[in-house]
């Protein structure tokens, strides 16, 4: 008799459990729930896709926008704020991508806005974003800083203090790169360290043995 209870009591509370859950799933189906968690979980890849597709647009209004600067034409603006338009959505769609931040500031320095420009490559450069990018890639956008650095230096931005450590970092992350080694030739000669400058600039010539500037710099060393 007391096996027959206990059998019943079991098969009460499994019908019990059952009956929980059929109303628990009801009431999910009913609010939508099921089909808004499949949404959150899908969210990233789709987000992530989406914001490659806007780079992508960005980017190809970018070669538009250059080629359309070179040959004078009116449409560069306009081509140009669609390019900055596209570069936005996919930075606020995926905050991670450097990409996006690089594709913004390569824009921005196109269209003049040099100390804009130059704020998209920190972003870029930011432990939030620089880890998508490789270590050659983290050493080109530190070239292109120093570069933005310079330029707004000469505006009396006053942010030239960190263009040598940029340039250091730059040919250790990617020592194939010419424009890097050249740049520091640059900054060393202007410190007057023309030791440093000799090697930077040899550096630059033996990857690019045609580089005018490199050259020419190393002349006026050995002469001077």
């Known amino acids: ?57 960005g980017a190809q209004l970018l070669v538009q926008a250059r080629t359309s600067k070179r040959n004078g034409s009116s449409s560069f603006d306009s081509l140009a704020n669609e390019a900055l338009t596209e570069a936005d959505q996919s930075i606020a769609l995926n905050p991670r991508d450097a990409a996006s931040y690089l594709l913004k500031a390569m824009i921005l320095d196109l269209q003049g806005f040099r100390t804009s420009a130059l704020d998209a490559i920190d972003a870029a450069l930011s432990p939030l974003a620089a880890k998508s990018l490789a270590k050659e890639e983290r050493g080109d956008a530190l070239v292109k800083r120093a570069e933005l650095k310079m330029a707004v230096s000469e505006r009396g931005g006053g942010r030239v203090d960190s263009v040598v450590a940029d340039l250091t970092e730059s040919v250790k992350l990617n020592p194939k790169n010419a424009r890097g080694w050249c740049l520091l030739g640059e900054c060393y000669e202007e410190n007057e360290m023309e030791e440093e400058a000799k090697k930077a600039y040899e550096e630059a010539l033996e990857l690019e043995p045609k580089l005018i500037v490199a050259e020419e710099a190393l002349k006026r060393l050995s002469s001077s």
């Open 1 to 57: 008799m007391e096996d027959t209870e206990k059998k019943q009591m079991v098969r009460d509370i499994l019908l019990q459990v059952v009956m929980i859950l059929f109303f628990l799933v009801t009431y999910l189906y009913m609010h939508g729930l099921p089909q808004k968690l499949v949404a959150w979980l899908r969210l990233p890849r789709g987000r992530s896709v989406r914001a490659k597709r806007h780079f992508v647009r």
